[in-house]
């Protein structure tokens, strides 16, 4: 019985170790800061086309996480990058691939777009 103590032990240290990781990888904004960096900087959805599609911020590009190794150098390095996805955790996924490749300047919206309140675009 007394083995019972370690799994919510690794469980624990697993949740604090990644969120280490993901502060190491992105800064995560409240929506009120989100909205006033977002049209200074790149604004990237990393959900999937049919996602995007369905609705989107105003003035965002769709990169997909899918395609992110593929498609990281249509993001510039030289201005910050503002990602967003549903709820927040493939845009921790991208920070590493980009991180990979020298762009560092990342922020996430905190609770993706399923907490955004602000003017949306939706598809046809």
Known sequence: ????????????????????????????????????????AQ????????????????????IPLSQMRMRYKEIRTDQPVYLYCESGMRTVRAAGVLRKKQIKDLYQLKGGFKKWDGKVKRGK
Do not use: C
Request: hydrophobic share 40%.
């Open 1 to 40: 019985m007394e083995w019972l103590w370690i799994l919510p032990a690794a469980l624990l240290i697993y949740m604090i170790g990644a969120g280490l990781y993901q502060r190491k990888q992105i800064k995560t904004l409240s929506e009120q800061e989100f909205r006033e960096g977002y049209r200074k």
């Open 43 to 62: 604004l990237i959805d990393v959900r999937e086309p049919n996602e995007y599609k369905n609705g989107h911020i105003l003035g965002a590009r769709n």
